[in-house]
């Protein structure tokens, strides 16, 4: 079933024992047809690496990081702890805790 497109090919709700499972457990959507970009640890729609159509958004709202060529709000390189706003948004949609992004340089 699709929420605003955004939602990958789950075949179902998440079960309660799912909830509790841990990132390596989780089913994870690589195809970045899902509304989660596994790589870098921000939603889909969001993602200014994979969808280079987003930059210019974020450098005219000022939100860019030049050194690591990505939204400030986004560089986890700068601030590891900016993950945690995007790893709460993926916990209440999903129950179960993200994948860690890969870290670029």
Not at 47 to 58: G, I, N, P, Q, T
Request: aromatic residues 10%; negative net charge.
């Amino acid at each position: 079933m699709s929420v605003f497109g955004f939602i990958g090919c789950s075949d179902s709700a998440p079960s309660q024992d799912s909830k509790a499972s841990s990132p390596a457990s989780a089913k994870v959507d690589h195809s970045h047809g899902g509304w989660w970009c596994v790589e870098h640890g921000v939603p889909e729609g969001e993602c200014a690496l994979c969808d280079s159509s987003l930059v210019a958004k974020f450098k005219e709202a000022g939100d860019w990081c030049k050194e690591h060529k990505r939204p400030e709000s986004q560089c986890f390189i700068c601030s590891p702890a900016r993950f945690d706003k995007f790893a709460a948004r993926y916990e209440a949609k999903t129950g179960n805790k993200p994948p860690q992004p890969e870290v670029e340089e």
